[in-house]
Antibody
């Protein structure tokens, strides 16, 4: 059974850093396209970042240069390092796995990140 | 970036009604269009992928159609559990983009 479990969310001050983790089971992270999607309170879904199986990475303009997506193959875990956090980064962050035509069939439960002083 | 325009932004319908939600993209996405349903406080759930393929376990009252830049999600007979917000998403190119959502309320 495919499972994605996020951790690392919390309250951080503007300008601070946080690293989200997404522990996967039931499949191999490194052979799949993995993505982060966020949802600000009361708002819609926003695509954040994607890592291909070949290691290529992609980012939304809103986070480019501040966020870094990575994975640890030995731990079968996906990460999102978030630096220079802003109030507008406050959201629930979902880890997810893309499937054959890049649809998202598997989602984590979400991790809440709150950026506030 | 591909822009997504979803309509309506909200609707209210009765149980048993036929409901249609549309999604228009700013360029041809060659059928790479997916639909998700999210209930308040819950994780989004995949309903339809590649325009018209029904995700396993999703009731057959849900269907998708369309091509090029115009796509439709149809609920043939609205059920009480279908309340929530529906999102379209293009997976043709990066950045992936979502529609702004359609909030469905049951009268």
């Amino acid at each position: 059974e495919v499972q994605l479990v996020e951790s690392g969310g919390g309250l951080v001050q503007p300008g601070g850093s946080l690293r989200l983790s997404c522990a996967a089971s039931g499949f191999i992270v490194s052979t799949n396209y993995m993505t982060w999607i966020r949802q600000a309170p009361g708002k819609g879904l926003e695509w954040v970042s994607l890592i291909y199986s070949n290691g290529s990475t992609y980012y939304a303009d809103s986070v480019k240069g501040r966020f870094t997506i990575s994975r640890d193959n030995s731990k079968n875990t996906l990460y999102l390092q978030m630096n220079g956090l802003r109030a507008e980064d406050t959201a629930v962050y979902y880890c997810a796995r893309e499937r054959a035509v890049a649809e998202i069939a598997y989602w984590g439960q979400g991790a809440l990140v709150t950026v506030s002083s | 970036d591909i822009q997504m325009t979803q309509s309506p932004s909200s609707l209210s319908a009765s149980e048993g009604d036929r409901v249609t939600i549309t999604c228009r993209t700013s360029q041809n996405i060659r059928g790479f269009l997916n639909w998700y349903h999210q209930k308040p406080g819950k994780v989004p759930k995949l309903l339809i992928y590649a325009t018209s393929k029904l995700q396993s376990g999703v009731p057959s009252r849900f269907s998708g159609s369309g091509s090029a830049t115009d796509f439709t999600l149809t609920i043939s007979s609205l059920q009480p559990e279908d309340f929530g917000t529906y999102y379209c998403q293009q997976s043709y190119s990066i950045p992936r983009t979502f529609g702004q959502g359609t909030k469905v309320e049951i009268k």
